[in-house]
């Protein structure tokens, strides 16, 4: 398990587990892509802006990889920044594509079914993953070490708050859960 400050709860793990299996797969794909040298070849940082600047290929891979295998593990694993760099834009990238398959869904079931993830309906996240936009903006960016909370409200609805902190800042999003539905974000 990847060590946050508090506990996360079983929808933001299942966004994570299936974000970093995505990656994995994105990025097999730009290697062998890469490999054939075909034209018009992406590139790293189009599928990893940030991270992108950083690693190459290979070592994103095998990161993200051993990030799986950790988050899906027991054991608690301690993250640091460059960890903290490839998760952004890991969550970034699942979720603009997630929110594109739900605009472009053909019909009302394919949406449905699109939608859900650890039996949540996730088609109310925030648009193009703004909430990751806000933790970049406000707080990854910073040099300093940041711990990521993910708690119950405490209000007994299932409601969540998410909360990124250092030094100098504290981002918090909360979202509101009716009947397995996130029904508006703070």
């Not at 594509?97 to 859900?116: F, G, I, M, Q, Y």
């Not at 996240?125 to 990751?132: D, I, T």
């Not at 406000?138 to 405490?154: H, P, Y």
């Not at 209000?155 to 504290?170: L, P």
């Amino acid at each position: 398990m990847l060590r946050f400050q508090n506990q996360p709860d079983k929808i933001f793990m299942a966004i994570l587990t299936n974000s970093m299996e995505v990656m994995i797969d994105q990025i097999r794909e730009l290697q062998a892509v890469n490999q054939k040298r075909e034209v018009g070849a992406g590139t790293l940082e189009s599928l990893m802006p940030n991270a992108g600047r950083v690693f190459n290929s290979e070592t994103s891979l095998k990161t993200l990889k051993t990030m799986l295998h950790c988050h899906k593990g027991p054991a608690v694993y301690r993250l640091n920044d460059y960890h903290y760099l490839l998760l952004y834009d890991t969550l970034e990238y699942f979720c603009d594509t997630r929110n594109d398959v739900l605009r472009t869904a053909p019909n009302a079931r394919e949406k449905n079914k699109a939608s859900r993830i650890a039996g949540v309906h996730t088609e109310n996240l925030p648009s193009e993953c703004k909430f990751a936009d806000d933790i970049y903006d406000g707080v990854l960016q910073s040099k300093e070490k940041v711990r990521f909370s993910i708690s119950d409200t405490g209000n007994g609805a299932g409601d969540i708050s998410v909360r990124a902190i250092n030094n100098t800042s504290i981002w918090t999003r909360k979202f509101w859960v009716r009947d397995g539905d996130i029904v508006d974000h703070q």
